[in-house]
């Protein structure tokens, strides 16, 4: 089982830019699919971005594409979630999560049937 930290939220501005962390813990990273999902305020989840074991596959909601990219490092266990041109929907409580599945299928599947959820980091876009 792997176990997921995240960091690196905070206050920006409108058209700003951050960059989220997950750490992962355990020797399995490099087989989950690894996903950024988010919860705003009186909102349900939602999927953000999802990249395959190998960061050779990614997927994006359409609400992010172009502005966020998520990236891997298998040898340090990370993964990221930069965030460019931010907008204060983008507020939220963003979360990460590992999966043995498709980038693309993180996207869809109930959050239940996924392997591991970090705490969450919070973010707040301010206009």
């Known amino acids: 089982q792997v176990q997921l930290v995240e960091s690196g939220g905070g206050l920006v501005q409108a058209g700003g830019s951050l960059r989220l962390s997950c750490a992962a813990s355990?020797?399995?990273?490099?087989?989950?699919?690894m996903g950024w999902f988010r919860r705003a305020p009186g909102k349900e989840r939602e999927f953000v971005a999802a990249?395959?074991?190998?960061?050779?596959?990614?997927y994006y909601a359409n609400s992010v594409k172009g502005r966020f990219t998520i990236s891997r490092d298998n040898v340090k266990n990370t993964v990221y979630l930069q965030m460019y041109s931010l907008k204060p929907e983008d507020t939220a409580v963003y979360y990460c999560?590992?999966?043995?599945?498709?980038?693309?299928?993180?996207?869809?599947?109930?959050?239940?049937?996924?392997?591991?959820w970090g705490q969450g980091t919070l973010v707040t876009v301010s206009s």
């Open positions: 355990g020797r399995t990273f490099s087989s989950y699919a």
């Open positions: 990249s395959s074991w190998s960061g050779g596959s990614t």
């Open positions: 999560a590992a999966g043995k599945t498709t980038a693309q299928a993180m996207a869809f599947i109930p959050g239940d049937a996924l392997d591991a």
